[in-house]
Nanobody
Framework: QVQLVESGGDLVQAGGSLRLSCAAS????????GGWFRQAPGKEREFVAA????????YYADSVKGRFTISRDNAKNTVYLQMNSLKPEDTAVYYC?????????????????????WGQGTQVTVSS
């Protein structure tokens, strides 16, 4: 059974930082592109960041460029999202995702992309 388990969500003040973790079981994360998405109340789920399985090239939504950093630790089978300079508009449930083995991380950036594996989400709330 594949499981992606997010942790690290919290209530923080604007300008603060959080690091989200996504620990995978039932798959070897090193051969899958990984990513983070978020969904705010009343809005559709949107892409946040992705990282390739081979080149480690990263992709970011324009709204988080320069503030968020996605990384991976294959030895720990974990993908991270470091979030700095948080804004109230970053408030959302954040979901970890993994796509098909050896597939393109860039494909995760497309609206309507059908991602194969999802975590249950972790709440991030940023107060003003």
């Amino acid at each position: 059974q594949v499981q992606l388990v997010e942790s690290g969500g919290d209530l923080v003040q604007a300008g603060g930082s959080l690091r989200l973790s996504c620990a995978a079981s039932g798959l070897t994360f090193s051969s899958h592109p990984g990513g983070w998405f978020r969904q705010a109340p009343g809005k559709e789920r949107e892409f946040v960041a992705a990282i390739a399985w081979n080149t480690y090239i990263t992709y970011y939504a324009d709204s988080v460029k320069g503030r968020f950093t996605i990384s991976r630790d294959n030895a720990k089978n974990t993908v991270y999202l470091q979030m700095n300079s948080l804004k109230p508009e970053d408030t959302a449930v954040y979901y970890c995702a993994a796509d098909d083995r050896f597939s393109s991380a860039q494909g995760m950036t497309n609206r309507g992309a059908r991602i194969k594996y999802w975590g249950q989400g972790t709440q991030v709330t940023v107060s003003s």
